[in-house]
């Protein structure tokens, strides 16, 4: 607080640059004691503890009536250049999802040595560099083929218009076919070209916070290993089928590009509790968002553009179709309008098919919104 005085702000100012602090918001309020009396709110980088900062605070003690500081600011870290991704490499799961002995791989030593060195090569990766090519087996290229041939049928049933558009691209320049598993360099460089973003290996499951922080540079974290042969069908975990047939598509969208680096912006230094808001809309709508297009008879119907339901048999049914009996008893989704306020706070499982999804009226106005 400083007396009512001509120039008093600019000499407070001049000690703040005297001492090369920066202050990022100024905020003045009249004293509810007095007249004659000021009380200016300054939010400024550095600590107490800062020797420029201690120097600065003793000379403003020494010029106004009161200073107070409030605890200061605690802003998580975050990256703020696409070099420094590569601190973020930590996973949730210590690189490997096989700690459990229900994984189909958990007693395949040869499957395990795989993952093994894929996670190693993630672990090394510096961004920036070629993503090292993946020399994939017999058995791997069998389980993408099967994984590829399920999925084609379904996507083209219950796939948004985006995804259909893009795919036949994705064949062309990346490889995607039944019996060729696409790189993630290959598949990079594509998207770079069409909407800025880009791959990077990842050795398994990042926090949100990490992973959302990726997608303010436009960049995707993406795994390379694939499921066991033994179940080509099923997966406890993210995997290339996964990243490669639900995710890579969309980001060569323009809209969904757009839409899913607003949601890593926002998580730049966000609070925990925001993060966990923000994950929330990511999951609903990155993973498994829903969307209405029109058919040729003027119907609305529901289309998959979240990567958690083009990779999911099952779930892109269960999702897309009308209601249908099981067991004799018919069961649906609750489908809700979009609403990226109403999406953050919703509740969700994350090892049995969604509950509730959230339709947005196209998939463009997800970003809209």
């Not at 047939?245 to 060569?252: C, K, N, Q, S, T």
């Not at 709508?285 to 008879?297: A, I, K, P, R, S």
Request: charged residues 25%; negative net charge; contains cysteine.
């Amino acid at each position: 607080m400083i007396r009512d005085m001509v120039g008093g702000l600019e000499q407070v100012l001049s000690i703040f640059r005297r001492h090369s602090v920066n202050i990022t918001r100024v905020e003045s309020r009249p004293s509810p004691d007095s007249l004659r009396t000021y009380a200016f709110v300054f939010d400024f980088e550095g600590l107490p503890a800062d020797p420029n900062v201690t120097e600065m605070l003793n000379e403003l003690r020494a010029f106004a009536m009161t200073v107070d500081i409030p605890d200061s600011q605690q802003v998580p870290w975050f990256p703020q250049r696409v070099r420094e991704l590569d601190l973020t490499t930590d996973t949730l799961d210590g690189a490997t999802d096989l700690i459990n002995d229900d994984h189909p791989g958990f007693h395949d030593k040869e499957y395990l040595a795989r993952r093994a060195n894929l996670v190693e090569v993630a672990g090394e990766y510096k961004q920036g560099t070629p993503i090292p090519r993946v020399d994939y087996n017999a058995d791997e290229i069998k389980t993408w083929g099967v994984v590829w041939e399920k999925l084609q049928a379904l996507s083209k049933v219950h796939g948004c218009k985006e995804y259909h558009r893009v795919l036949p691209l994705l064949e062309q320049h990346c490889g995607f076919r039944q019996n060729n598993i696409p790189q993630l360099h290959d598949i990079s460089e594509f998207l770079r070209d069409c909407t800025g973003f880009t791959l990077r290996p990842v050795a398994g499951l990042l926090s949100a916070r990490d992973f959302l922080n990726a997608l303010a540079f436009r960049v995707f974290f993406s795994t390379q290993y694939i499921r066991h042969h033994s179940k080509p069908l099923y997966t406890p975990e993210p995997d290339v089928c996964h990243e490669l047939l639900g995710h890579v598509p969309l980001f060569a969208d323009p809209d969904f590009a757009e839409f899913s680096q607003q949601i890593g912006i926002a998580s730049l230094g966000a609070s925990d509790a925001d993060i966990e808001r923000l994950a929330s809309v990511y999951w609903f709508t990155v993973e498994f968002g829903l969307c209405y297009e029109q058919d040729e008879d003027g119907t609305n119907k529901v289309k998959a553009y979240g990567a958690g339901l083009l990779s999911s048999f099952g779930e892109l049914e269960y999702a897309c179709s009308p209601v249908r009996p099981a067991g004799g008893v018919e069961q649906s989704p609750i489908l809700k309008p979009f609403d990226p306020f109403v999406a953050c706070d919703q509740n969700f499982p994350i090892t049995e098919y969604q509950p509730v999804y959230f339709v947005a009226e196209s998939m463009s106005q997800s970003r809209a919104r």
